[in-house]
């Protein structure tokens, strides 16, 4: 057992938590037995079932080190990509709101729609 928690507080060195919206990303450096580094980026979306419970959907990605520089090379230029040509972002706070809402006062007729 204690070389299970050994090996543990080996591989977990560094762990950050960002959440963003519906999502949490979670950013984590470990190390091999051979004290080598590697980072993984998990995704974690709070997902409801049809039972009323929720689960957590998770995606995850292994970055070694001899990735990183092509990696951020490629991060890089997507967004560099969604900056330059994307629609600027609105808050959510902001939003005016969905359709139903900016339409509830309208005077719809069913009849209208037909058969």
């Not at 993984?40 to 998770?58: H, P």
């Not at 951020?72 to 900056?83: F, P, R, T, Y």
């Amino acid at each position: 057992m204690s070389e299970e928690i050994e090996r543990n507080e080996r591989e977990d060195l560094f762990s950050k938590a960002v959440k963003a919206g519906k999502r949490t990303y979670f950013f984590d450096v470990k190390s091999t037995k051979g004290n080598d580094y590697y980072l993984t980026i998990t995704e974690s979306k709070k997902r409801f079932g049809t039972d009323g419970k929720f689960t957590y959907e998770k995606h995850k990605i292994f970055l070694y080190k001899e990735d990183f520089a092509k990696f951020m090379e490629g991060l890089n230029e997507a967004v560099d990509i969604i900056k330059e040509n994307a629609p600027p972002i609105i808050e959510r706070e902001e939003r005016s709101g969905d359709y139903y809402s900016e339409n509830k006062g309208a005077d719809i007729n069913f009849d209208d729609l037909g058969k």
